[in-house]
């Protein structure tokens, strides 16, 4: 995280336009354009660079009359296109209304913690789901559409991308946003100079990044292919038939389909290409930050089906006291806690073998509704010998919660000096009362705003420090093909937490992370499932807590 | 910087076979493949992973009688193939004996501070240029030599390929290597099939890389060629004739050469292509963290000319008490020290515009011996509009020096957590009597072993932390097109000044960097040009230090 004279808070200064940054998604249907689109969505949400989806599908089901224009996000963040329609007209119109921030979902309440809806071809995995079968009836929206050939409906694609656009760039020079994504297939070279030229019409400074999504992997087509049947467009209609009018569009594209090569290395354009989810990674003329960020961030993809635990160490000396920070031994309690954790996940680890086992074996051809379970043959090889990380800070209290794992040589137990706890400063080893009555500005500095709020003295941190140095812990964890426990502290787990439920800013430092809770991160090609479990400590056990939502704590001091 | 039960210091554990990694470079003559290779080791070393590079072209001098196999490089690194050449008769004859760790620069003194030679055909940059003429003319190294259907000479080459990759197999697996790079141009699939199977038969675990250097850009392969004029093949001689020579002996490589590909796509073989110096990369199938933390650097390449300058903040209060860490505020010397500075790198920033531009205007065809000015026009546009960042660490007393950029326009300041000063934890405030007297095991411990000694209590710090969170600092500084000014601290001098010289591991915590030490790093083509200048405190200006070499501090406590 760094400061700076225009950026107090290392974000991207609203007045620096030549760090903001145009992406535009190009490549076939079903290349996992709008995984990748919401991955980096959520990393760079994560990152406090303000960060939107602009999904031209979208509108163009608008413009066909399939989504009624008035309806709205029952989830708050990334409004559907029609929320802004009328700006369309006047591009400026509301240059001084800054675009609403994310609504807090701790507030409101309607984060959905268990996202089971494939969303590929859906902005927000919510709106759409609700849609009628009555409203999916009013498009035409079989192969037909997509054929090149069919002037009508090519015409209308290329004004619907175009206005997309539009709001995209006036969300970056005129909202608050540091990147825009424009999610479409943009195939033709056309199209794609047609982007582009708007742009440098729009704003030259502007950065622009093409991310290309390439499949060569017949197998890994076809179980993306198979996910498009429980999407918007073919949900609950006969799988056999919806799939092959899928294949009947892709088909379509397919033969007006120019990816990106000469052409864009020719005029110096910067671009990512992805061949086979990470199998293969081009980078070209890559500049700025943002762009080997993102970059760096793609190159860690992985689809093997795993588990990510979460949780905080035993209770600590230091916990009993309700001291800050320091660097306390568990009590017995907390020994207790470990040889819990370690049993549950040792059965767990076992029963998640067996679950994939039955998966495979039960995968169907032709597929059935609901059939979500994509034949990754690759990914699916040696399940039982799956790795197992167990990953501590390097403080006591963290280190000794892993000694059960580290007694059994079936995990690999490795400490971290990423994963300590936000270090309090000269506050380190105080309570919150005597900082309260000994430092009165201090503790109200912290109230008023703690994501922002650094602790005094040397080393001393604030939640944009932790989310800093947490940037490398995702990356290894999104690299990593094995399983993985990470046993870290209240901040640190508010922060990986964040990243991975996609929480806005707003919420990070208010999280209910309390000792012994348990998360489960089971990453999918259509997202993330989440499962929290709570710890039973007269049973030495872990319950699972069903429909899990993120809470905002109770405890002001936390 | 990660400890677990096998590594304890972080490092690559000698029996962690499958962690180490055999580079193999890929590549025609003249694209760089020895630049490349110079920087990972100088990386990896500096991360503190053992890396050596075995280049086969040395080998083939000596195969041929150029080099005389009892020589030995002067600067007590990476010692020529010569040196081990017993070995190949029986691989394993010193399996016992670990390869020796690479001489401390400060003891014996012999590093050059100054690298001017190109070395691109060279193993140590120093070896050769000692090399009498005499010995030059007993080899035929004319283009002849390297035509694919001169058979015996094809088949010498492909011995001494074999004999070279054995010698790093043994480095890796008896040595104490962590990395091994086989520097050569390994043009065909028949002889990268003939490394591959060499290795998976002696320890199939070993990960294996290529690496391939491509050269379209017309331009950027005349400067790379003019660059060889001066190297060991053809030094002192005609370089028109030489030239002419040599682009005979690239067409005979031309001829046969095979750039990695489908077959490597189809075995499933890691790569990473870089095209261009940078412009663009593709990584194939990258596992492991070795390699995709080498995947990373590489991204970060730039021949941008410009000037990166090191020093520590004025003096501060803090200084003047003798007391650790701390945050204080600068002195009135301190804040002299920043107007000074100030003062001698604008000007200095507007002297190496001029330099600049008499170079490129006095560049000539056909090229003078001696001549390193490769003309890469698009690396030479908008010199004078070269942005100019000034990056402090977020502790007061180098927020401060930085004061008279920071009103100024022309620079863009910018404060970074990453550059803070090693955190003494809890001996943060003290004096280093205070350590001795209050806590003498600490010091003796410090005393005996700085580079490991990791400052007690929560954040404390040492050496190894301080590197591990510089990584990204490097990469910054490597990335960016533009100059760059740290003004940071004593640690942080120390980790930073480590990589730009190649220090040794035993030399980074007792390096020399006394207050009013400014250091200036141009990167070159062919390695780094180094200046040191002290602050001359009566006339507010600084004298250059000729002939600098790094020196070990004569403040035991510093």
Request: glycine fraction near 6%; charged fraction near 25%.
């Amino acid at each position: 995280m760094t400061r700076s004279k225009v950026s107090p808070d290392g974000r991207i200064p609203d007045r620096d336009v030549a760090a903001k940054l145009v992406i535009i998604m190009v490549g076939l249907p079903a290349r996992g354009k709008s995984y990748i689109t919401k991955k980096i969505q959520r990393y760079l949400s994560w990152q406090q660079h303000n960060t939107r989806i602009f999904n031209v599908g979208n509108r163009r089901r608008i413009a066909a009359g399939v989504i009624p224009s008035s309806s709205s996000s029952p989830r708050g963040r990334s409004p559907p296109a029609s929320q802004h329609r009328h700006s369309l007209l006047n591009p400026n119109a509301h240059a001084d209304a800054p675009v609403q921030e994310a609504a807090s979902i701790l507030l409101n309440g309607t984060h959905t913690a268990q996202i089971e809806e494939p969303t590929t071809f859906d902005l927000n995995g919510t709106t759409e789901s609700s849609d009628s079968q009555e409203q999916q009836r009013r498009m035409d929206q079989s192969a037909k559409f997509f054929d090149p050939k069919n002037e009508t409906a090519s015409k209308i694609r290329e004004q619907v991308a175009l206005e997309t656009l539009d709001e995209l760039i006036d969300y970056l020079l005129h909202g608050n946003g540091s990147v825009g994504v424009l999610d479409a297939t943009n195939s033709t070279l056309h199209r794609r100079q047609l982007l582009v030229d708007r742009i440098k019409e729009r704003e030259p400074k502007l950065g622009v990044l093409f991310i290309e999504s390439i499949c060569n992997d017949e197998n890994l087509l076809e179980a993306n292919m198979r996910l498009k049947l429980s999407g918007p467009d073919y949900k609950n209609k006969d799988p056999v038939k919806s799939l092959e009018d899928f294949k009947a569009r892709v088909k379509a594209y397919e033969s007006a389909y120019e990816p990106i090569g000469e052409y864009e290395e020719k005029h110096d354009l910067q671009y990512i290409q992805i061949i086979d989810v990470g199998r293969k990674i081009v980078h070209h003329r890559l500049r700025g930050f943002l762009a080997s960020g993102i970059a760096s961030y793609l190159t860690t993809f992985n689809l093997s089906p795993r588990q990510i635990w979460i949780t905080r160490h035993g209770q600590s000396l230091d916990n009993v006291a309700g001291k800050l920070g320091g660097d306390s031994d568990l009590t017995e309690r907390g020994h207790y806690y470990g040889m819990a954790l370690y049993n549950f996940i040792t059965a767990k680890r076992k029963e998640w073998v067996v679950e994939q086992e039955t998966k495979i074996a039960r995968a169907s051809f032709p597929p059935q509704p609901g059939d979500h379970t994509p034949p990754y043959p690759e990914f699916n090889q040696d399940l039982e010998e799956k790795n197992f990380c167990v990953w501590t800070s390097m403080l006591k209290r963290s280190v000794e919660t892993a000694e059960y794992f580290e007694a059994d040589d079936d995990y690999d137990v490795k400490a971290w000096e990423m994963l300590n706890e936000l270090n309090a400063g000269t506050f380190e080893g105080m309570t919150y009362e005597e900082i309260a009555t000994k430092h009165p500005d201090e503790y109200e500095k912290r109230q008023h705003d703690k994501l922002q709020y650094i602790y005094p003295g040397v080393g001393g941190e604030g939640y944009l420090q932790v989310i800093n140095r947490l940037r490398d812990m995702v990356r290894e964890v999104e690299r990593v093909a094995d399983h993985v426990l990470i046993i870290s502290h209240r901040s640190v787990c508010r922060v990986l937490m964040a990243y991975f439920m996609d929480l806005t800013r707003q919420d990070i430092a208010d999280l209910d992370v309390p000792l012994g809770m348990l998360f489960a991160i089971h990453p999918k090609p259509y997202g993330i499932e989440f499962h929290a479990y709570r710890y039973n400590e007269p049973q030495g056990w872990f319950d699972e807590v069903r429909d899990y939502k993120p809470q905002k704590t109770q405890d002001r001091n936390s």
